[in-house]
Each structure stands twice: as structure tokens, then as C-alpha cells.
């Protein structure tokens, strides 16, 4: 047995040194390409980074950003294989318990000082360490048992077994130690404004953090430290927008000249103009999905999740929001993961299975319910034979244990909440009644506390929300589908999910790994913890003056410093059309972000922070009727108005007239409540210590600028902390919203820091 073991690690050795061509030493290839000129890059929703520093990636991939910034110890190229970046090489010992990097001699950080393996281990140490760190990169660490110092550029990361991955999982982006002295806690690394402040952010990338404008655009500039040598750029802006829409309109306006990852249906929009060139990508790197609440009957029963599954119409949102440039995931891994398996089918449209399922559950029981107050004569439904008069828009809904069910759906924005209304379209066909509301002003750094507790205690039964693909050193699938993942909102729990993503992490042998895999895949496919709704193809346009691409090569953020414009300058004014016949419209394709930084200028503590802009969520919009519906005996009449039900008996023997304003509609001019002054909280003796910074208040503004009222929507994660920032916003004021011109109340959410 021993001698077999022997021989199986010895081949599998040979096998993984022969697919690692960083393995040997390789001379640097210096940066080549036309030098000058600003690239503007531009990126939206979840694509947008809410700190520029290598442990905050995005939910959709790696920080585009911080990769102009930071070095990896490793990359790989589009065929799969390892390429050295900061570590020169690396060796695996002899039982595959450990690798040692050789740290590349000579790499400078911005500020001068070398790069050393000291700042290797510090990472490695800080993140192991701090589990209130907010990285998903630890889980990819939790193998390691611990990192020695070799020398001043050998750094040897030991691990608690040996596994297949252990290349890929110990891929980190070194922190300058040196800057970070006296770092030993997470809130430590905050208040340094690592990230967050140019002045604050040591860097070792091919470019130099200068500028940022809080929800508006980052600007780099080139580093005369690195290492390749100077880029081509002078600097690199990336500017964000709320849309694809907006980035497209700005891309043929000429103000910038390459737009990551466009929403899709675009592409016969942009294939009019010459002078660009489209990747579109059918695999995408992204999946939009519902969590449903798992912790909440009937949503904890997987059957119940199953059927909700079966009765959306994905297809058709694919198409209606997609232009059908889109497709349908069965599994939350990446199709260039190794362990894909494309062999799954996802859970097939089907109303007729969702509604015996349904029935199979104990939710026969119904009711008729009014959605809306606009009357119109329809046949008799089936079921309700007295009534002669129904709302066209009224549902026979589903009870559950003896209460009409109602599916409470959160969205982030007004793209999400339009994917939903058309999810709740599918979902009253079997017989659910659904509400939309959308979720404004949460600080992304809360959205996992707010959205998991909402789900945990069934304030909300699912959210939508788009995630990157599972794949090797971007997310970890223990991240969205394990009990304790940070970003498994759902609160999804299951041993055997568990189980199967430890074996299948932890394992030398890639065709044992690989039946776990599909045995996750599977388990996540029957339980349905998240409705995945579909995978946009991913676009991505670019000016022809941009060189440096490559032949065929997918555009990655890494590659940017590759690229340069030919004759060193950057394009100026609009596209031409190809065709100047094609008109050319808006098409209002609908796109999600993940919870933005709404708030962001206002996250420095003081008495006089003011947030750029604020706000509001707009109240939900009531259809009135010319007349009631007469009917011939009374019935019982449900109305549903946001989250309140109330069910009355009516005397339907009479009619009741409603006054309609038959005047024509006018736009009224509203403006939105501006901060003047947002107070901080001090916090109570108790709970001095607990890492405690912020808060996030939802208040309501009078006509005067002061507040009426306070409501904790994104907890400091403690009670008593919560009710001191409520009172502290109280004495918040502002400059009142106008509508035409004349003060009126309003709402906004306001960030709360705290002090000792």
C-alpha cells in the first residue's frame, strides 16, 4: 500500500509540474506599445468595487480595479496554465504538504521599499487571523496550517493535507507590511483608509491609485516602480455607471473607450458602428439568482422552493430582458470549471408540475384576491359563480395554514424589482400572490447582515441578486452554498452540501473530487436554495485604437496593462455608424446591480458629513377606480396594499362611486432632500470594544428639514448600538425636498458612525 502511494504521488507530481509552466525560472517581458493617452474604462452595477484594495473583490469576480493595482503571487493564461507575477517560481516539497514561493527580487512598492516575503506572510497571517476580515478569500486559506519565513524572498505556506488545489488556493495579493505597521484587527486596516484614500494605498501594480470620486469614477496613474516597466497609459480612469444604457450612450459619445461586460441585448446596437470590436462571451461569468428564505416555512421545504422554480417562466425573461442573449444555469459552476458538469438540465418551466406540487404540499385551500382597484366584467371564474364583475388583475391565491400566502420579493433597484414583477406575473398563474419591494441605500459592507437577517426571520422570502460563477481562485462555492458562507444570504443549511464541498476542496485525487462535485451539483439542483434565473453572455466593446489585445484574446483587467493606443492617443468624439441608415434607439433593457455605495461620501465620521446624494424610495402607486364592482350578494373582498391584507365583508348591493380627476397628467418637478448635517452616535460603555462603526437609519423628513421619525434598516449588528444610532439621527437636519418648488416631507437612509 505504501509503495502504491508512493507511485501515485509521484505521478501526480510529474502531471502538475508538467501543467505549471511558472514552475521554472522566466525572464521578465517588458511592457511594449506606443506610450500616452488616458484609457477610460467603464464598468457598472456589481462591477464596480467598493474599496480598490486586494481583499475586497466583487460578487461578480475579481476587483478590476486592484488588479491595475496589486500583484498576485500567480495568474494563468487563457489555456489553463500558471504563469509567475510576484512569486518567480515555486517548488512543492516532496509529500505535496507545502509550497515554497521565491519572491521575484526587485519588485518595488510605490513608495519605493522592496517587496519581500515578510509582506507575503503578513498577509497570509492577517487574514488566517482576523476572522472579522470581510474577504472571501480566507475560506480559499483555511487549509493552510501555517506560513514560515525561508529567507528575505522564500516564503513556505504548509498546508493540513495535501490537495489538488493548494496552488490555487494559496494565490494571494501581498499587503505592504511596512505600511500597515501596528495592523492587527480589521478595524485597525479600516481606519488606515487603505483603498479608500490615495495617500493611505501602497501599491506594487503597474499603476498608482491618485483619485477617487465616491460612486462616480477611479483614476490610476502609471508607476515608474514597476517592475515590467512603465505601462503604456499615462493613467486609467474608470468611470461608473448606474446602466448599461448609460455606458453605451458615453461609449458613442466617445467618452470612453472601453466598456466592460455590457448588458448583452446591446450588441446589435453597437455591431451598427465602425471603429469598434465585440467579445461576446456565451458563457458568461455571471448568474442572476433568487435566495429564497430557507429558515421560514414553506420556503425551508425544498419541494416547496422546487416548485417555485418550475412555475417562472426563465425563457421568457431571457428573452423580454435579455433579447435572448442569455441562458439558463443548472449549476452555480463556471462552464470553464473543470468540474462542470454539463450534463445537468435546469428544473424545466412547467405550471402543471409547479401546481401539483403545490397541492402535494397542503396549499389546495384559496381565495380570490383584488390586486388592484380597476374593475372590469370578465366570464365567471370557476369557483366564485355569484360574482359577475371581477378584477381583471385579481388572483385566486393559495392559503397557508389557513393565511393567504404572500411571496415577499426584495430587489436592490428598480432593474430588479422589474425582473420581479414579471417573476410575480409567473408566480400568481399557480396561485401565488407576490410583493416587490425594493431595498434602497444599503451600504454594501451591510448587505449580508440586513439581507440574511430579513430572510433568517421572514421579513423578506427571497431577494435577487447577481453572483460570480464558481471557478478556481474567484469564489468559493462554500462562500454561497456552505452553512457559515459569508454570502449565503438564503441562510441555506445542509450537512450534506457541507460534506461534499469539504471532500470535494480537500482531495489529491481529481477524479474522486470530481464525483463530489457532481454530487454537489445535483443536491443543489433538487433542494433549490436559489431560482437560477439565467447567465447573461457577456459583451465587452472596444475602440480599434486600443492594441495590444491579441489575436482572438478574451479582455481580462490584468491584460490592461498590456494595451496602449496606437500613435499614443486616445480616440476623440462620437462613433461613426456602419450603416448610416439603422436608427438607433435605447432599448431600455433592464439590468440588476448588487447593493451599491449610495452612501458612500458620507462613511467618514464628523458632524458635518453630508452625502452627495441622497435617496428616496418612491411610495407605491394606487390605481383608483371609476366604480366598485356589482355583484349580487356579498362577498368576501381581499386588498392588498404593500404588506398589509385586509380582508372585509362588503355590501356589494349598492354601488359606490369613486371620483376620478379627468384632467390630464402633469409632471411635477421633485427634488431630493439634501444632508446639512449628519450627527455621529457615541457609543454606550457596554459596547465599547466590539468593533462597532456604523449604522445605517432610514428617517422621515418634514417640510422644515428636520426629522420626523427613525427606523434602523442596517444594523451595527447590536441592539444597543442600533437605538443609539436612531437617536442620533433624530437630531439629523436637511434641506427639505421640493416638489415644484415648494417643501414637502420625503424619506432617505443616512449613515450613523459611531465613536467611544
Known amino acids: 500500500m505504501k509503495n502504491f502511494r508512493t507511485v501515485f504521488i509521484a505521478v501526480f507530481v510529474a502531471f502538475f509540474i508538467m501543467t505549471l509552466t511558472g514552475c521554472s525560472k522566466n525572464p521578465v517581458k517588458s511592457l511594449t506599445g506606443d506610450k500616452g493617452g488616458i484609457l477610460k474604462v467603464g464598468l457598472t452595477g456589481s462591477d464596480i468595487p467598493r474599496s480598490n484594495q486586494p481583499l475586497h473583490p466583487i460578487f461578480t469576480g475579481k476587483n478590476p480595479v486592484a488588479e491595475q493595482l496589486f500583484l498576485p503571487l500567480t495568474t494563468r493564461n487563457s489555456d489553463g496554465k500558471f504563469l509567475p507575477v510576484l512569486a518567480e517560481r515555486w517548488e512543492f516539497s516532496e509529500d505535496l504538504g507545502a509550497i515554497v514561493y521565491y519572491i521575484r527580487k526587485g519588485v518595488k512598492w510605490s513608495d519605493g521599499t522592496e517587496v519581500t516575503a515578510f509582506d507575503v506572510k503578513f498577509t497570509y497571517d492577517f ?57 492587527k ?25 491618485i483619485q477617487r470620486k465616491p460612486g462616480e469614477s477611479v483614476t490610476l496613474a502609471y508607476s515608474d516602480q514597476y517592475y515590467r516597466g512603465r505601462p503604456a497609459f499615462d493613467s486609467i480612469n474608470f468611470v461608473f455607471y448606474r446602466t448599461s444604457g448609460e455606458m453605451v450612450r458615453a461609449f458613442e459619445r466617445g467618452e470612453i473607450s472601453l466598456a466592460m461586460n455590457v448588458f448583452p441585448s446591446y450588441v446589435s446596437r453597437l455591431g451598427n458602428y465602425e471603429g469598434i470590436s465585440l467579445q461576446l462571451d456565451q458563457a458568461g461569468k455571471r448568474y442572476y439568482a433568487i435566495g429564497w428564505s430557507t429558515k421560514v416555512e414553506p420556503f425551508s421545504i425544498s419541494r416547496f422552493r422546487y416548485a417555485l422554480t418550475a412555475a417562472i417562466d426563465r425563457e ?79 388572483i385566486f391565491a393559495r392559503k397557508y395554514d389557513g393565511e393567504i400566502l404572500v411571496v415577499k420579493l426584495m430587489a436592490f433597484d428598480q432593474s430588479g424589482k422589474a425582473i ?33 437577517s430579513q430572510l433568517y426571520f421572514g421579513g423578506y422570502s427571497g431577494y435577487i441578486l447577481d453572483y460570480a460563477f464558481v471557478d478556481e481562485g474567484v469564489i468559493h462555492p462554500k462562500e454561497a452554498f456552505g452553512s457559515e458562507g459569508s454570502i449565503n444570504f438564503s441562510s441555506f443549511s445542509s450537512p450534506k452540501v457541507d460534506s461534499l464541498l469539504t471532500e470535494a476542496t480537500a482531495m489529491l485525487d481529481r477524479r474522486q473530487a470530481k464525483k463530489a462535485w457532481d454530487a454537489f451539483q445535483k ?27 491579441g489575436s482572438g484574446e478574451k479582455i481580462a483587467a490584468l491584460s490592461l496593462q498590456e494595451m496602449y493606443f496606437s500613435g499614443g492617443a486616445a480616440s476623440t468624439g462620437s462613433l461613426a455608424l456602419a450603416d448610416t441608415s439603422s436608427a438607433l434607439s435605447d432599448t431600455g433593457i433592464i439590468e ?33 377606480a371609476e366604480t366598485q364592482p356589482e355583484v349580487d350578494t356579498a362577498v368576501t373582498v381581499t386588498t392588498v396594499t404593500g404588506a398589509l391584507i385586509e380582508t372585509t365583508v362588503e355590501d356589494t348591493t349598492a354601488e359606490v362611486s369613486v371620483p376620478v380627476d379627468t384632467q390630464p397628467a402633469r409632471e411635477v418637478v421633485r427634488t431630493n432632500p439634501t444632508p ?81
Open 523 to 549: 443536491t443543489v439542483l433538487e433542494e433549490q436554495p436559489y431560482t437560477f434565473l439565467f447567465a447573461p453572455y457577456e459583451l465587452i466593446a472596444v475602440e480599434n485604437n486600443v492594441q495590444g489585445i
Open 185 to 209: 484587527t480589521w478595524n485597525d486596516f479600516i481606519r488606515t483608509g487603505f483603498g479608500m484614500n490615495p495617500e493611505a494605498t501602497v501599491t506594487n501594480g503597474p499603476f498608482r491609485f
Open 420 to 452: 420581479l414583477d414579471r417573476v410575480s406575473e409567473d408566480l400568481g398563474q399557480v396561485g401565488l400572490m407576490c410583493s416587490v419591494y425594493v431595498t434602497t441605500g444599503i451600504n454594501l459592507s451591510y448587505t449580508q447582515k440586513y439581507v440574511k
Open 592 to 624: 440588476l446591480a448588487a447593493a451599491g455605495e449610495a452612501l458612500e461620501a458620507a462613511v467618514a465620521a464628523g458632524e458635518e458629513a453630508v452625502i452627495d446624494t441622497a435617496l428616496t424610495t418612491p411610495e407605491p402607486e394606487v390605481d383608483t
Open 676 to 756: 446639512v448635517r449628519l450627527p455621529v452616535a457615541r457609543l454606550p460603555e457596554a459596547v465599547q470594544g466590539m468593533g462597532i462603526t456604523r449604522a445605517f437609519v432610514r428617517v422621515n423628513i418634514g417640510s422644515d428639514g428636520t426629522v420626523i421619525s427613525a427606523e434602523v434598516v442596517g444594523s451595527s449588528g447590536n441592539p444597543v448600538a442600533d437605538a443609539e444610532a436612531r437617536n442620533a439621527a433624530m437630531g439629523a437636519k436637511f434641506q427639505p425636498a421640493t416638489e415644484d418648488g415648494n417643501p414637502v416631507e420625503s424619506q432617505t437612509v443616512i449613515p450613523i458612525n459611531f465613536t467611544e
Open 127 to 183: 487574514i488566517i487571523q482576523n476572522k472579522d476580515v470581510e474577504t472571501p478569500y480566507r475560506i480559499f486559506l483555511e487549509n493552510i496550517s501555517h506560513v514560515e519565513i525561508l529567507g528575505k524572498y522564500a516564503v513556505k505556506v504548509n498546508f493540513k493535507q495535501p490537495y489538488a488545489n493548494e496552488l490555487v488556493d494559496s494565490d494571494i495579493y501581498p499587503l505592504p507590511s511596512h505600511a500597515l505597521t501596528g495592523v
Open 316 to 394: 421568457g425573461i431571457i428573452q423580454e430582458f435579455l433579447g435572448g442573449q442569455g441562458r439558463i444555469p443548472a449549476s452555480p459552476l463556471s462552464s470553464k470549471f473543470w468540474a462542470q458538469n454539463s450534463e445537468l438540465e435546469p428544473v424545466r418551466y412547467d405550471v402543471s408540475l409547479a401546481n401539483m406540487i403545490l397541492d402535494s404540499l397542503g396549499l389546495k385551500e384559496r381565495q380570490w384576491v383584488y390586486t388592484s382597484f380597476k374593475p372590469e366584467t370578465v366570464e365567471v371564474r370557476p369557483g366564485r359563480r355569484e360574482m359577475r364583475n371581477i378584477p381583471a388583475d385579481s
